[in-house]
Nanobody
Framework: QVQLVESGGGLVQAGGSLRLSCVGS????????VAWFRQTPGKERQFVAA????????YYTDSVKGRFTISKDRAKNTVYLQMDSLKPEDTAVYYC???????????????????WGQGTQVTVSS
């Protein structure tokens, strides 16, 4: 059973920073593209960022480009989402997800991802 465990969420003022972590099994992260999604009440999950299995390619939604950075520590089986210059509209539950079928170019559609974490709340106050 593949498990993804997120951590690092919390309450921060606008302009502040948070770093989210997603820990997975070595077998999964070595061969899977990993992405972060976020969701607010009443809305669909939104793609935020993704990283290839080897960590060489990253992808971002336009609204976070230049503010968020996704990275991977293969030795720790962990994917990070560094979030800087946070805005109130970044408030959401953030989920990490893994897709073994797209290790090189991870997708942006949540339906492509087979494994999900439980989510971590990020709240940005104005």
């Amino acid at each position: 059973q593949v498990q993804l465990v997120e951590s690092g969420g919390g309450l921060v003022q606008a302009g502040g920073s948070l770093r989210l972590s997603c820990v997975g099994s070595r077998h999964t992260f070595d061969v899977a593209g990993v992405a972060w999604f976020r969701q607010t009440p009443g809305k669909e999950r939104q793609f935020v960022a993704a990283i290839s299995a080897r960590g060489g390619s990253t992808y971002y939604t336009d609204s976070v480009k230049g503010r968020f950075t996704i990275s991977k520590d293969r030795a720790k089986n962990t994917v990070y989402l560094q979030m800087d210059s946070l805005k109130p509209e970044d408030t959401a539950v953030y989920y990490c997800a893994a897709d073994r079928s797209r290790p090189v170019v991870p997708g942006r559609d949540e339906r492509q991802y087979e494994y999900w974490g439980q989510g971590t709340q990020v709240t940005v106050s104005s």
